[in-house]
C-alpha cells in the first residue's frame, strides 16, 4: 500500500509521448499507464500532438492532457514535440519533468539550466534502430541514410545528455541497466532500476475473438508495432511452413506501422492471417487470454511491454533469444533463435503439440510476473523516486 504524499499539489510535466494514446507504441503505452497511476498523488500533464489523440482513458483518470498541433512527421517528429512541450511546460507551474526515451531526452538540459528536476525514463537503446536500418542491404538511398545518420547522431546525443542532465534514471530491464553502468560509471548512483509497470482492464469478451473470425486457443498471437526490428516477416513465413500440420491454426497481428502494406502482401493468399490494426487498451486482455501462444520475433527491443501484458494474462510466450527478452529467463519463456526462421518453425511445431509444456510456461509465467513485474512493485519504484526528488530542495 502506497500512502499518499503531502504534495498532492505537485505538478509532474510527462514528455516523450506523441500523445495521450494507449495503442500506438510501447512509449506511448506506458506513459498512458504510468501518468494515469501517479494522478491519484500529483498533478499530472501529459504534452502529446492532437494527431495522435485518443479519448479512452482509465477509470479513475485524472490527467491533464496538452496537446500541440503538430503534423505527423517521420524525421524528428518526436523531437520537435518534444521540443515545444518542454517550453510549453516551462511557461508553467511545473515541479518535475519527466522525460521518455532518447530523442525527447536530448531536451533534458533545458529545465536542468533552469534548476528545475528532471527524471528521465530510459526504455532502450533507441538508435539502434537507425543502425539496423543502415545495415539492411538494399533499402536505403543516399537521402535516407543520412537521414538514418543524424537520426543515429541525434538519439545517441539524447542519451548521453539525458544520463548528465536528469536527477534519476529510471532503467527498464537488467540489460539497460548493465548497458548504462558500462557506459556511464560515473553517474551509476542515479541510475534506478525498474521494470514496465502493466496494468490490463480485466474484461474478457469472447465475442470478440469470433467477431475477427478465430477460435479460443486456436490462434497465435503477434502484438507490436509492424516495423522491421519487430521481424513479423519471419512469423509469417514460419506460420506458412507450418500450414499443413496446423490447418485449424490463425495468426492474429496487432498494430500498424510502415511495414504492414508489405506483410500484408506476404500473406494475401493465406486468409488464416488476420491483420486485426491497433486495438483499444480495454481489449487486450481478451486477445492475450484467448490465445494459444503470443509471439515475440523482434531483433530490437527495450523491456517489451507486450511480453510483460502476455505473461501477466497467463498466455505462453514464445520469444527471440536476444538479451533483452532472455533475461526473464527460459523456465518462463520459449526462446528460438533470432532471425531463424528454420529454429522459429520447429519451435512452433514442438509448442503447438506439447499442451503439457505450455501449461508450465504458463503458469511460470504468471508466477514470475507476479513476483518480479507487478503493477504495486513498479509504481511504488517509481512514486518512491519522485517523492524523493520533490521533498529535496537541494538538488
Not at 490490463?200 to 502484438?223: A, H, T, Y
Not at 484467448?290 to 520475433?297: D, E, G, I, Q
Request: glycine share 6%.
Amino acid at each position: 500500500m502506497i500512502d499518499k504524499p503531502p504534495h498532492k499539489h505537485k505538478t509532474i510535466a510527462f514528455i516523450g509521448s506523441k500523445g495521450f494514446y494507449s495503442e500506438y507504441g510501447g512509449v506511448e503505452k506506458i506513459v498512458y499507464q504510468i501518468s494515469t497511476a501517479l494522478s491519484v498523488w500529483f498533478d499530472v500533464i501529459v504534452y502529446g500532438n492532437i494527431q495522435y489523440r485518443d479519448d479512452e482513458t482509465l477509470p479513475g483518470a485524472a490527467v491533464t492532457v496538452r496537446d500541440l498541433s503538430l503534423p505527423k512527421v517521420k524525421l524528428f517528429g518526436a523531437a520537435t514535440l518534444a521540443f515545444f512541450s518542454t517550453i510549453l511546460a516551462l511557461r508553467g507551474k511545473t515541479d518535475l519533468y519527466y522525460f521518455h526515451a532518447c530523442g525527447p531526452g536530448f531536451f533534458s538540459f533545458i529545465p536542468r539550466l533552469l534548476a528545475k528536476k528532471v527524471v528521465w525514463h530510459f526504455h532502450g537503446r533507441d538508435y539502434r534502430r537507425a543502425l539496423a536500418a543502415m545495415k539492411r542491404k538494399g533499402s536505403l538511398n543516399y537521402c535516407s541514410k543520412v537521414k538514418q545518420i543524424l537520426r543515429y547522431i541525434f538519439l545517441k546525443l539524447g542519451e548521453v545528455i539525458a544520463v548528465c542532465c536528469a536527477h534519476r534514471v529510471l532503467v527498464l530491464g537488467s540489460s539497460n541497466l548493465n548497458y548504462l553502468i558500462r557506459s556511464y560509471p560515473r553517474f551509476r548512483k542515479k541510475f534506478i532500476p525498474v521494470d514496465n509497470y502493466v496494468q490490463l482492464v480485466q474484461i474478457e469478451d469472447l465475442e470478440l475473438i469470433l467477431s475477427c473470425g478465430m477460435q479460443k486457443n486456436k490462434f497465435l498471437l503477434s502484438v507490436s508495432r509492424l516495423v522491421p526490428e519487430k521481424r513479423i516477416d519471419l512469423l509469417i513465413e514460419a506460420f506458412q511452413r507450418i500450414k499443413k500440420n496446423c490447418p485449424e491454426l490463425s495468426l492474429a497481428i496487432i498494430g500498424e506501422g510502415e511495414e504492414e502494406k508489405r506483410l500484408q502482401r506476404m500473406a494475401m493468399n493465406d486468409s488464416r492471417i488476420k491483420f486485426l490494426g491497433a486495438r483499444p487498451h480495454s481489449q487486450m486482455f481478451t486477445f492475450y487470454k484467448n490465445a494459444l501462444l503470443f509471439c515475440l520475433c523482434s531483433t530490437i527491443e527495450g523491456q517489451s511491454l507486450s511480453l510483460l501484458e502476455a505473461m501477466s494474462c497467463g498466455c505462453p510466450c514464445l520469444v527471440s533469444n536476444i538479451s533483452e527478452t532472455a533475461e526473464i529467463g527460459s523456465e518462463s519463456l520459449f526462446l528460438f533463435q533470432a532471425n531463424d526462421v528454420d529454429d522459429l518453425t520447429n519451435s512452433l511445431l514442438k509448442i503447438i503439440k506439447n499442451s503439457e509444456d505450455r501449461k508450465e510456461k504458463r503458469s511460470n509465467a504468471t508466477e514470475m510476473f507476479n513476483k518480479k513485474f507487478s503493477p504495486a512493485k513498479s509504481l511504488g519504484i517509481i512514486k518512491t523516486e519522485l517523492d524523493a526528488l520533490l521533498e529535496d530542495f537541494f538538488l
